[in-house]
């Protein structure tokens, strides 16, 4: 019997979301047919986007001591509900003991079929790191990003009000950041900050696919549990 | 520098609202001002209230296991959010390296000044221990518990829809209960049932102080850390 591992903490309200995800992908009518997790909430790590455009400190031994810590705590499989920082997934995934799922490999299986061109909202440093634009490149799909002086400036907003709390400021920043992608018709958007899904609650542009970079990593950790049966106790 | 341990997953939707709970309470307009938190959410724990009713197996060995999750966490504090399993408070305590909050105790704190006659509503494995009758009279207040064969029922209601996710059952049967409670004059109601506060979300039963188990704890427990400094990281 394994149990999830989830690395936390980046940031503290993205992770509860995940969490809850997590519990709402389920099927359990009682406690005991729930899934183990270990949590390991670090908000101190350094912050991702700054380091990946070479304006902050490094984050990696603060990331590996995340891992390091999992390790410890016998889990199956690894999370980690934030998307900058798997610009670091190499070395990551070397040191844990588990598989560690990819938040953008989720997110790119869920995008529907006949998609032709899918905007990226993410932090300037993910963008910078470039892994989503792999991701969809490898499965053929067209990319786009907002301009970085346009409404790459509301996501950015959108991100930092939802980690000081303020969601309605973050919905609205959202809104604006979605009117942009609507206008380059984008078929969908993938919202790879897990920030910015919160913010999604109170969005109100419609006709674009908005793919929760959060909820897709939930599903694909939920389905790599239950295919092993980490729900099965003996009682 | 030390870091919250929670012990959860009994059940897992109110180890998520706990942890929302810890995220609100702390004051942080940024990821490293939050507070570090490790959660064992074990939901394979035996059901704490039949237990107690003797009428299940015993959960103890299982509770003792998530303590020593916790101790070889490095943990500097920990908080159960899970009311019943406070049954076993002097066992978990006698084994776990750092201090327990006990949840009953956060509760009857919060009761405003003036408060006669405090309802409690909680699993009847919860009132059959009796840790919060003993609580509450230690600081000189009434008590009363909703009858057996009525009000009982709908306080048991709603704590297994919400288990099972049914969260608008769930609020339903929470304001049968809570009309008893303003029926028999209490002032106050405690929720000493984590599943409890999540119902509480839709309650419209008005006039009565509700005192949420899950918050009073998070608050415990955010002062803890805050007064330790335990959000304060060297950058």
Not at 25 to 35: G, I, S, V, W, Y
Not at 64 to 86: K, Q, R, T, Y
Request: charged share 20%; hydrophobic share 45%; glycine share 8%.
């Amino acid at each position: 019997m394994s149990r999830i591992g989830v690395f936390g903490g980046m940031g503290p309200a993205a992770t509860v979301d995940f969490m809850d995800k997590l519990v709402r992908l389920t099927p359990a009518k009682r406690d005991q047919e729930h899934l183990p997790v270990v949590v390991a909430s670090f908000p101190h790590v350094h912050d991702r986007s700054r380091a990946i455009l070479g304006v902050g400190p490094d984050p990696l031994p603060q990331l590996l001591a995340g891992i390091d810590f999992l390790n410890e705590a016998m889990v199956g499989v690894i999370a980690i509900p934030c998307n900058s920082s798997h610009h670091w997934y190499a070395q990551m995934s070397a040191r844990a003991k588990a598989p560690i799922l990819h938040i953008a490999d989720a997110c790119v299986a869920a995008i529907a079929a006949g998609t032709e061109k899918v905007a990226i909202f993410a932090t300037r440093g993910a963008l910078a790191s470039g892994f989503y634009q792999r991701a969809l490149q490898a499965r053929g799909l067209g990319w786009l990003v907002p301009p970085e002086e346009g409404a790459q400036g509301n996501v950015d907003d959108c991100i930092r009000y939802v980690k000081a709390g303020e969601l309605a400021e973050g919905s609205a920043s959202l809104d604006e950041a979605l009117k942009w992608a609507r206008s380059q018709r984008a078929g969908a958007v993938i919202m790879g900050c897990t920030e910015i899904p919160i913010a999604a609650r109170e969005a109100t542009v419609q006709g674009l696919q908005l793919v929760d970079s959060s909820l897709e990593l939930a599903r694909a950790t939920v389905n790599h549990a239950l295919e092993r049966g980490w729900n099965q106790w003996d009682s």
